[in-house]
């Protein structure tokens, strides 16, 4: 039988998908606001992900269509595209939008997209199909980006079409994403490296908290502003061009400069918080899972208390898992605001773990969350898609 998603294909444009791309969500283990800082993060690629399926045509328009949403979009192929009022369909518009700018010439095309990321759960849904856009796009036109321009071109998009002011790193790990690796990418000068997630008995919980995000892009923009402010008070008396440029050491001695007692908390976070990635990376090597759960709870205790992004139902999340004596770390990942927490559980341990998780957080929120198994997966590519079954949305 032909895959659930070629056949819905087929039903919408009445023809046959001509290639179908995948790109996946992410997780990051540590290194939290940092990217836009100049730091280093340990982000992962997920196995949840955006599947684009593509066929162009002979019309000179642009069809969006998506299993995830009731909203299409029909366009013709322009010079020149506008943000349109809350649509899904913005992240592949204006990803276009970035390459007719760059002056690629475009044709018609029928796309479908079909995400099994949970919407607005902080596991860069966004990135992905920014991402996968730009790499079928790259493919079919023949523009010849390389995968870091893709990159960049998709932050871009984020940051000047949609109007989100984030830093590079969901699109690179959804971009750059290995099998079982964690990327271990420096923001500023994008140096990575891929290192082993060798969690040995212990597997990577996702929990979402299904908090709806209100307000999260403008506090997000927010966070990014005061780190430039706080930046700016620094280089009162440093030569430094981003937060993370200094070290702990540094930053105690000068940080009287910021006089502000909220930009202060920001920076300490940051600035700790690099450093922290860096005695993650060290734990990594050489095995030492409690000490890098470790690191994950204080990682998630400085952006409840120092940066202020987290929220009770992630600290629920987190203040379970610090009881439960087979979970080694857990954090919440992402922006914050809502979205989704990570654990370091035992692997035999896991049903118990999400049953008790799953109970304390009813009790204390009202509601539940979901519980996910997950899996480090591969970036960006194009793919052949399987027999599996999709959860498409009821
Ligand atoms: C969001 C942004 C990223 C990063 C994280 C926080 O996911 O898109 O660029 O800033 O928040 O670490």
């Given at each position: 039988m032909k895959n659930q998603l070629y056949q819905e294909f087929d039903k919408l444009y009445n023809k046959e998908a001509a290639n179908a791309y995948f790109s996946p969500g992410r997780v990051n283990l540590i290194g939290e606001h940092i990217d836009y800082n100049g730091g280093l993060v340990m982000p992962c690629a997920i196995t949840f992900g955006t599947y684009l399926l593509v066929s162009p045509n002979n019309d000179g328009v642009f069809r969006f269509g998506s299993l995830n949403f009731d909203e299409k979009l029909e366009i013709p192929l322009q010079d020149d595209y506008k943000k349109i009022d809350g649509g899904w369909f913005n992240y592949p518009l204006g990803i276009i939008k970035h390459f007719l700018k760059d002056g690629h010439r475009l044709n018609g095309i029928d796309m479908l997209f079909y995400g099994d990321i949970p919407i607005s759960?902080?596991?860069s849904s966004s990135a992905s199909i920014e991402v996968v856009t730009a790499f079928a796009l790259n493919e079919l036109f023949?523009?010849?980006?390389t995968k870091l321009d893709l990159v960049k071109l998709s932050k871009s998009v984020e940051n000047n079409f949609i109007g989100v002011n984030s830093g590079i790193m969901d699109q690179f790990a959804v971009a750059f994403g290995e099998k079982n690796k964690a990327l271990m990418l420096n923001?500023?000068?994008?140096d990575y490296k891929a290192v082993d997630t060798n969690l040995g008995d212990y597997i990577l919980a996702i929990i979402n908290t299904n908090k709806p995000r209100k307000l999260a892009e403008s506090k997000y923009n927010e966070r990014v502003r005061e780190c430039q402010s706080a930046l700016a008070a620094l280089k009162q008396q440093l030569d430094i061009n981003?937060?993370?440029?200094?070290?702990t050491a540094t930053f105690n001695k000068?940080?009287?400069?910021?006089?502000?007692e909220v930009l202060y908390k920001r920076a300490k976070h940051v600035i700790e918080e690099n450093n922290r990635v860096k005695l993650a990376a060290v734990a990594l090597g050489n095995n030492d899972l409690t000490e890098f759960g470790r690191l994950m709870f204080a990682s998630h205790d400085s952006l409840r208390?120092?940066?202020?992004?987290?929220?009770k139902e992630l600290d629920a999340i987190v203040t379970y898992s610090k009881t439960?004596?087979?979970?080694?770390g857990a954090r919440m990942t992402g922006a914050g605001f809502g979205g989704c927490a990570i654990a370091l559980v035992k692997e035999d341990a896991f049903d118990n773990y999400s049953k008790q998780v799953i109970e304390y957080y009813t009790n204390a929120i009202g509601y539940a969350p979901s519980v996910y198994r997950s899996l480090i997966g591969n970036g960006v590519g194009e793919v052949v898609i399987g027999d599996q079954q999709l959860k498409i949305r009821d």
């Open positions: 759960s902080g596991l023949d523009a010849g980006y923001c500023d000068t994008l981003n937060l993370c440029d200094i070290d000068y940080s009287y400069l910021i006089t502000d208390d120092l940066y202020e992004v987290s929220g439960d004596g087979n979970v080694v």
